[in-house]
């Protein structure tokens, strides 16, 4: 799907996506990992943090060339969610979903009409984005959606929506979100909803132990007006599959931080009369947590070069996203062991970290979700 006239959406211009990676890193040292603490404590980003995703390109990676976007392959994406993660996980999650899920949705599935409406403010960041799937009766088993969409007679192609959502990433912050509702009894598709209407409700703010920056809620819709995407529910469902592997590289990117706090610790503190580094049971962690860190590379390369190809990306996807996930949690876990009571501290980056992994366990399919991906892949 492309507009009659595409429009060159993207604020700033990079001679290669290697140049894009090089700014995405100096954005992440400079703006994003000093700030990092003080918007856990708000449990909000600042607002002016979407405009300058905007102009850095961050929010339109998956846009194609012919809708105006920069055409960034899957390996560019993963690996501005891993250098992301690297400052803020929660920023790193808000930007995955972003692209992998709305931004992605538009590619696919959007008209032109939408896309001339939403497209420039999504991209430019002055239109901010969530995906809308979870409920309270519907989380692994996404097929439970109750929230229902009936057509409006006097308004085709928009619907009138009843329900509620939850654990929605960036809930409390969007201005649009993609709906996923039942259109009839076995049938689901998804719909773009405005939330500066009466029939969206916000519920509640969903605080977090990790990741809290987020702005994850609850709301409620009733008679929301919403303008159809025309999709399957199998179709939407797909854009979870580049999203699983933004997750994963977000996750690879706490691991890789967390290893480098731990690495520096170890080589800094002394006890018993030497470094922490010199005694082996600190080496054997530091030697696993290496070991996983690299497989995981490995495994999230080789799901985005199979995207890229062109090729499905079920299994690997799930590879990718249950080793990061799991690696994450691991090196987490060891750099608080290594950091030893301090590592419970505030003080140090690595008790944040490894709040902020347990998510990846859990968001865009949960690990048991995965490995029954696996074997249904692998038994079919």
Not at 101 to 120: D, G, I, S, T
Not at 227 to 251: D, V
């Amino acid at each position: 799907m492309t507009t009659t006239s595409p429009t060159s959406f993207v604020n700033r211009k990079y001679p290669s996506q290697a140049d894009f990676l090089t700014d995405v890193e100096k954005f992440v040292a400079q703006e994003v990992l000093p700030n990092t603490r003080e918007w856990e404590a708000n449990a909000a980003f600042p607002d002016p943090i979407w405009p300058r995703l905007g102009e850095l390109g961050l929010l339109s990676m998956t846009l194609t060339k012919e809708l105006g976007g920069p055409g960034y392959d899957c390996e560019t994406y993963v690996n501005a969610c891993r250098l992301l993660a690297h400052g803020d996980p929660a920023l790193s999650m808000n930007v995955a979903a972003i692209n992998a899920l709305c931004v992605a949705h538009f590619v696919h599935f959007a008209n032109p009409e939408q896309c001339a409406k939403y497209l420039p403010g999504v991209v430019d960041g002055s239109i901010k984005m969530a995906w809308g799937l979870t409920e309270p009766d519907a989380g692994s088993d996404a097929r439970r959606v109750k929230t229902k969409a009936e057509p409006l007679e006097s308004k085709p192609g928009y619907w009138s929506i009843n329900g509620r959502k939850m654990f929605i990433t960036n809930g409390g912050k969007a201005d649009l979100i993609v709906i996923v509702a039942r259109t009839g009894e076995s049938e689901l598709s998804a719909f773009f909803l405005e939330t500066d209407q009466p029939g969206f409700k916000l519920e509640k703010r969903i605080h977090t132990v990790g990741v809290s920056a987020s702005n994850t809620v609850q709301f409620a819709l009733e008679n929301a007006v919403a303008w159809h995407t025309p999709c399957k529910f199998e179709q939407a469902i797909g854009l979870l599959y580049r999203g699983r592997l933004g997750i994963a590289g977000m996750a690879l990117g706490i691991a890789e931080k967390a290893f480098e706090c731990m690495v520096d610790y170890a080589k800094q503190r002394e006890q018993f009369n030497r470094k922490l580094a010199d005694m082996q049971s600190v080496q054997n962690m530091i030697a696993d947590s290496a070991m996983e860190i690299e497989a995981t590379r490995l495994l999230l390369a080789k799901g985005a070069q199979t995207m890229d190809a062109g090729k499905p990306i079920i299994l690997e996807s799930s590879y990718a996203k249950l080793y990061a996930s799991e690696t994450a949690n691991h090196v987490t876990n060891r750099a608080i062991q290594v950091h030893g009571g301090r590592g419970m501290t505030r003080e140090f980056l690595v008790e944040k970290l490894w709040r902020d992994a347990k998510l990846t366990e859990i968001g865009e399919g949960c690990s048991e979700i995965q490995r029954l991906v696996i074997s249904k892949q692998i038994l079919k």
